[in-house]
């Protein structure tokens, strides 16, 4: 949808525009915890994925404006969290930090220090997926272009 909002918004793109959409989700049991709307929801995925293992999903479109070429994947990474104390949430929601992530944490930053381990794609957890969006782009036909720049000399 982020795509295809993309390129309706953005019809001089021009014929050869390539879109990328992502969008990421933390989902412990069967509960989907995406951005925390508040403090108390913070706390709440704080708590909910403390102790746990939970998986990180993310849906990623990529979509070429001629011909209209789309694939839309979806790559899932489970990250084993640390557990946590009151006063541990409390201090990282005091960063601010965690209200404009997924489940209420960064990997990539102050909350990576909750990780344990992670199974699959570390870059997943960030929001995008990047081994999986250079195969689609490969799918696409596109290559690198410092490769192509290498190949001309």
């Not at 403390?50 to 979509?63: F, I, K």
Request: with cysteine; hydrophobic share 40%.
């Amino acid at each position: 949808m982020k795509a295809l909002a993309a390129a309706d918004k953005n019809p001089a793109l021009g014929v050869a525009a390539l879109i990328i959409g992502a969008d990421t989700v933390v989902v412990v049991d069967d509960d989907v915890l995406g951005k925390p709307a508040s403090r108390d929801d913070a706390k709440r995925m704080l708590r909910s994925v403390s102790g746990r293992v939970h998986e990180v999903h993310t849906g990623l479109a990529l979509m070429q404006t001629s011909g209209m070429q789309q694939r839309v994947v979806e790559e899932i990474t489970r990250v084993h969290f640390a557990h946590l104390n009151d006063q541990e949430i409390e201090d990282y929601i005091a960063t601010r930090e965690p209200f404009d992530k997924a489940g209420a944490y960064a990997i990539q930053g102050i909350g990576g220090r909750f990780v344990n381990r992670v199974e699959g794609c570390y870059f997943n957890v960030m929001g995008l997926p990047l081994a999986r969006l250079w195969s689609l782009l490969r799918d696409f036909g596109l290559e690198n272009s410092a490769e192509n720049q290498n190949n001309t000399k």
